[in-house]
């Protein structure tokens, strides 16, 4: 009946602090915290199944190395303007991963990575729309993405 007692007592609390303590008010803010937890439980998401986490590390340094990277090259774009050829754009890379969370993980990435953002995943086709801000090669953006993130997180996630 609850699949979230915690959140339920909880959502019913605050709602008596905010509008006053009366049995209609609590009648209503107990309805309102037991479709909200069920509402959370309609969106609890899969449990990742990791099958290599000896290659976290791995993947977080990595990350790590690029958002340095990344930034001192945005930092030169700001401060030295952009050099002759290079311009910003958009670019469709398919994908193979079709592990949610993978995909999640590969959104964050491309999205805290200065210069570039994750825009939309087509489902149907696999390919995430990116925006980068000093595209200068398509297929280099397309082979760092599929051989430095794609295939490390398909080793990952099962």
């Given amino acids: 009946m609850l699949p979230y007692p915690l959140l339920t007592v909880s959502l019913t609390l605050m709602w008596l ?18 479709f909200s937890s069920w509402a959370m439980a309609s969106l609890r998401p899969e449990k990742p199944k990791i099958r290599k986490w000896h290659l976290l590390p791995k993947l977080v340094a990595i990350v790590f190395f690029d958002i340095i990277r990344s930034n001192i090259a945005v930092a030169a774009v700001l401060l030295l303007g952009r050099r002759k050829g290079r311009q ?4 469709v890379i398919p994908l193979e991963i079709e592990d949610r969370t993978a995909l999640a993980v590969l959104a964050i990435i491309l999205t805290s990575t200065p210069g570039s ?30 051989n430095r993130y794609e295939k490390l997180l398909m080793e990952i996630f099962a």
């Fill in 17 to 34: 602090m905010l509008s006053g303590f009366t049995p209609g008010q609590f009648v209503l803010g107990a309805l309102v915290a037991t």
């Fill in 117 to 146: 953002a994750w825009l939309e995943y087509d489902q149907h086709d696999r390919t995430v729309l990116i925006h980068v801000l000093d595209l200068v090669d398509k297929s280099e953006w397309i082979d760092l993405v599929k």
């Fill in 88 to 91: 910003s754009g958009f670019l």
